[in-house]
């Protein structure tokens, strides 16, 4: 008898929740935050399909503040592996250049982002968005339903969600009503690394250490990606060994001190220093933003 | 994690990740409440594997000392619990997954609070649970909610059971304490058929015998928790079975290629196996497993493929590929347990959409036969099933699927209902056997009458009379008016001229006698077809008022929509598209309305259309918004 491995397992079942999706929607659209889970997503999406490309183009709500390498990275991907890419920015941001410095975190998250992405999906119509959330991400997540059902103003009824039997989601929506769909739900960051590890998955370079120009601010190592950033007098950026546990808008996101410059020295790493993932994110720590008013509200 | 693997972690980190990319997964279920230790066990499940972060931890050390329970110690129960400051949001209990694991398995846990919306939760749970760790309190033993537990994983056809007899810190670690609960649950078990039951002392808050057997148990010699969770084969059964593949896409990149897209649910496929198409029952061959990685050799239960065949058979998706020699049934009639997870209760006769494998159909539900008390086990009476009610009730759908019972696959005799009008899931259901026809004598439980043909259909039976001068557009306009409810699913029937004067009518003429008597056919038609449930568009130039008048009162209140397309004479004239105003006018023909014949305008229609106004693909519009407004489609 052949027992499938763990990543087996949960390859299989990401895969059977996109097919799902995509049977039975009309516009689906996945998006793509440029980090490793979007990397593992896409990969999934890639096999769901095989031998046909995805069958749904590639969305990524852009603030502009996102690292250098990490627009290289997703415009080369995308060319590699010829798939339709929509970038979104937000118009009213762009006119009144919405910023992490001047507008602080919250200000800039919820513009660029939220209502990014609410701008976005309505703009195209899709009706089934895939996002790669996992509910091992914090404890609000982990009873998240891997098929979530969105209003026509994008809004989270925690009352109205469904229950999922066995392998069967109810994908149907009323007029108006869009689906999220998160294939990455049963995966823990520890899956998401053996597996990108396993499948030689590409990921963003910033995920591995290197001597990177960076600053401290507020406990946190910022990394001076652009002239764009607002210097204290005081403030000299430095080069030092650091690589980032995940990925956003450079100016909030938190880079750790690393000699790992490699996948297996970043997963030792990880077991041997357990700190938690979304540690590195600032915007978890805005004190008003716990995650559950952030999806009500229409974040991923 | 032990001292082994993470020296191995520290020095070796390729071959750790070797060890680690062989690991299987186990999906359980924990029942119990929080009175039993459950939190307090999962906690320390996460915890005893090392996967609660530096920083998840500290804040469990200062959440400890400020609200915990345990004084100066860890209580692991924050961890997990969430759930207080969830009631305060007013967000609903339910299921929460984590994840935990060790060099052997990852695991993945859903958690069910104990209280509230109950069995709805442990259901959803244990749908996918391999596994079932139902706890006890050492103290108390097996309890009514334990019996309760017990059940709803049996029924779900889970058929791997731990006792954990917790809190055995509190009985002095007692052996005949111990003892006397497993005897106690083995004799209640084998009553309701749960198969392999495995029974551990525990203490969750202690840590006895989580990892490590006990020294406070030495005469404890079975397994501890994690090894035999990291040990316990589950995948045989699936895996034994004839191959099951429910078809969820077509897959299609180029003329040459035709793949089916799937999960297997059961069994195994080889290229060059006989494969039956269901319902449709045509056979074909394996050509190819083709996937991402390459083609394979085989496939298992559990792995995601795309199937070529060597012949050209039709399949599409909800269709199941299966072994040729042991193809699963196929029915539209069968008994089921339903486990109601909706407010609004089950309503007999309404139609619901039910989701089996990747197949959609219509399914209507007779009165349950009777429901579970899931506390005693004890069969009643019911008209109905509520909200986290378990019964058992006929199931009637409108197209055949194919299915195996529930208890050979949870895949493939396992449905949720869905409501058409919410799109909300509105219960769970198991399939056992399917009805044979001598069977189904009790089916006639529910009258066979207007409403129930209008249920079925869900939608309101009614006519939708257009009368006009000829050429005003009336079956223009009906011709849309049907197109559209057809596409919202609505079952309609259009009645005019040319389908009921070529049959029906066609003994009769354009005299004022042979007018009447064709109105009074059409209406009595229309009233038959409107007890059959139907949406009828009559569109008839229907002269007179009192043929009309006649067909209202066929019909009781509100059946009867009269729409008056009104165009003035000149208009329809200049446009006689047929040529009959013009016929008319040199006296060719004869009783023709508005020029030798009258026309009575409508005093009080329902809907009154000025086509000079607007098109005819607004005035269908206005059609369909009035039926919306009286109820009549939703």
Known sequence: MKMLTHLQSLEAESIQIMREAVSESERPVMLYSVGKDSSVMLHLAVKAFYPSKPPFPLLHVDTTWKFREMYEFRDKLVTELGLDLLIYQNPECIELGINPFTHGSAVHTDMWKTQGLKQALDKYGFDAAFGGARRDEEKARAKERVFSVRSAQHRWDPKQQRPELWHLYNVRRSAGESIRVFPLSNWTELDVWQYIHHEEIPIVPLYFAAPRPVVERDGALIMVDDDRMPLEPNEVPVDRSVRFRTLGCYPLTGAVESDADTLTGIIQEMLLTTSSERQGRVIDHDSSSSMEKKKQEGYF | ?634
């Open chain 2, 1 to 634: 994690m032990s001292h082994a693997a993470t020296d191995l972690l520290a020095t070796d980190i390729d071959a750790y990740l070797q060890l680690h990319e062989r690991k299987t997964m186990l999906r359980f279920i924990t029942c119990g409440s929080v009175d039993d230790g459950k939190s307090t066990l999962i906690g320390r499940l996460l915890y005893d594997s090392k996967l609660v972060f530096e920083d998840h931890l500290m804040a469990l050390e200062a959440d400890s000392k400020k609200v915990g329970t345990q004084g100066e110690d860890l209580d692991f129960a924050l961890l997990v619990d969430g759930l207080a400051a969830e009631r305060e949001q007013g967000i609903t209990i339910d299921v929460a997954y984590r994840f935990f694991s060790t060099e052997r398995r990852k695991f993945v846990v859903a958690d069910t609070p104990g209280h509230e919306q109950y069995t709805r939760n442990m259901v959803t749970g244990a749908s996918t649970a391999e596994l079932a760790v139902i706890l006890v309190d050492a103290r108390s033993g097996v309890l009514t909610q334990t019996r309760r537990h017990s059940y709803l994983v049996a029924l779900l056809g889970i058929k791997h059971v731990v006792l954990a007899v917790n809190k055995l810190d509190l009985v002095d670690y007692s052996q005949t304490v111990f003892e006397a609960v497993e005897a106690d649950y083995r004799t209640f078990a084998a009553d309701i058929g749960l198969g392999d039951i495995t029974c551990i002392p525990l203490s969750a808050l202690k840590g006895d015998n989580i990892t490590e057997l006990s020294a406070h148990t030495p005469w404890y010699q079975g397994p501890t928790l994690i090894g035999h969770l990291e040990t316990v084969e589950v995948e045989d059964d699936i895996q034994d079975g004839p191959f099951r593949l429910p078809v969820q896409w077509v897959n299609r990149p180029n003329l040459d290629f035709r793949g089916f897209s799937g999960q297997i649910v059961a069994g195994s496929v080889r290229p060059g196996d006989r494969v039956t198409v269901l319902p449709s029952g045509r056979e074909s061959t394996v050509a190819g497993i083709v996937t991402a990685d390459g083609d394979l050799d085989e496939a298992v239960a559990g792995q995601s493929i795309t199937v070529t065949l060597t012949d050209e058979v039709d399949v599409s998706r909800g269709d199941v590929l299966a072994a040729a020699s042991e193809p699963p049934a196929v029915a539209d009639q069968f008994e089921a347990h339903i486990i109601w997870m909706d407010e609004q209760e089950m309503l007999p006769g309404r139609p619901y959409l039910m989701k089996i494998g990747t197949r959609i159909v219509g399914a209507t539900l007779a009165h349950p036969k009777y429901k579970i008390n899931v506390n005693t086990l004890d069969h009643t009476a019911a008209k109905t099933l509520e909200l986290n009610e378990i019964g058992v009730a006929n199931i009637n759908l409108d197209r055949p699927v194919p299915f195996d019972p529930y208890e050979q696959n949870r895949y493939m005799g396992g449905f949720i209902l869905i409501d058409r009008f919410t799109n909300g899931t509105v219960a769970a259901g198991l399939l056992h056997f399917a009805l044979r026809r001598a069977d189904n004598v009790h089916w006639q439980a529910i009258e066979v009458n207007k409403e129930a043909h209008a249920r079925l259909k869900g939608q309101g039976p009614c006519v939708v009379w257009l009368t006009g001068l000829s050429g005003a557009g009336k079956s223009t306009i009906a011709n849309i008016v049907e197109r559209k409810l057809h596409e919202m699913g609505r079952h309609t029937y259009l009645l005019d001229g040319d389908n009921v004067r070529h049959g029906l009518n066609r003994d009769l003429g354009f005299t004022d006698v042979d007018r009447v008597e064709n109105i009074r056919r059409v209406a009595e038609v229309a009233g038959l077809m409107v007890d059959a449930g139907l949406i009828v568009l009559a569109s008839f130039i229907s002269p007179f008022r009192a043929e009309r008048e006649m067909a209202r009162q066929r019909l009781e209140e509100g059946e009867f929509v009269e729409v008056f397309v009104n165009t003035p004479l000149a208009t329809a004239e200049e446009r006689d598209r047929k040529g009959l105003y013009a016929k008319a006018r040199r006296g060719e023909l004869a009783n023709f309305t508005g020029i030798d014949s009258a026309y009575e305008a409508p005093l009080d229609p329902e809907i009154r259309i000025e086509t000079s106004q607007i098109s005819a693909e607004q005035a269908a519009d206005v059609i369909i918004d009035y039926l919306r407004a009286a109820r009549r489609i939703l």
